[in-house]
């Protein structure tokens, strides 16, 4: 039986800010110290992570990076790393040849241009090998405090379902939530977001009936 489709009702941009607000709110009492799942002493470990992170669960990067970082614990050691060899190292967590790849780039970067330092701007970031606007702001809001909309695949799928965007591009997407978000929560909301898309909302069968924003969410029900 084909499913029925959400109900699109018209909401100005007022209400859908307000109902952001609501569910902004629950989350901040259901996922009140959520937070990044990869495991990361330092921004570097962090965007190192992120970038085995796509296409890849964290649990999976966390096993990895467990022995990687001891491996390579600075830039330099990165960036002079035996290609093969990382790759070997990486293979579990899938597309290991073009992830190896750029984590040569990226650090040789860093080295040569940041003094092995991660930079902490969206545009300097952003020109690193095998990071977009999501690594970025992981990066910049998870460590250095700046604030960002994390579009990860849970943010795409919940904000879309919550119909508080109508966008596929990830980048349209992290700036319809800028505009119902308050800057200062932008992190937090990806963060407790994603922890609802794992633990609730998930991708082939959401479990509406225990959704604690079901009510605020035009899509309860019929996916």
């Not at 990071?131 to 943010?155: C, E, M, Q, S, W």
């Not at 069968?205 to 604690?212: L, T, V, Y």
Request: neutral net charge.
């Amino acid at each position: 039986m084909k499913k029925k489709e959400p109900k699109k009702n018209i909401e100005s941009a007022s209400e859908k800010t307000k109902r952001a607000s609501k569910i902004l709110s629950i989350l901040q009492d259901e996922y009140p110290k959520a937070k990044c799942h990869l495991n990361f002493d330092g921004p570097l470990e962090l965007l190192i992570g992120c970038i085995l992170s796509a296409q890849c669960t964290d649990k999976r990067v966390n096993e990895v990076t467990s022995g990687l970082f001891r491996k390579y614990p600075t830039a330099v050691e990165f960036s002079q790393a035996d290609q093969a060899e990382l790759e070997q190292e990486i293979h579990s967590c899938g597309f290991f040849r073009a992830k190896a790849k750029s984590i040569l780039n990226c650090t040789k970067a860093l080295v040569e241009e940041y003094g092995g330092e991660v930079p902490s701007t969206m545009e300097e970031l952003t020109e690193l090998a095998g990071v977009g606007r999501k690594t970025a702001n992981v990066v910049l809001g998870n460590y250095f405090g700046t604030p960002g909309i994390i579009v990860d695949t849970h943010i795409k799928r919940l904000s879309t379902r919550l119909n508080l965007t109508t966008n596929s591009d990830p980048t349209k997407i992290e700036y319809d939530l800028n505009e119902i978000i308050p800057k200062e929560k932008w992190t937090f909301f990806s963060n407790s977001l994603g922890d609802h898309g794992r633990t609730i909302c998930h991708a082939r069968k959401p479990m509406c009936g225990d959704c604690m924003i079901s009510h605020l969410c035009p899509s309860a029900g019929l996916v």
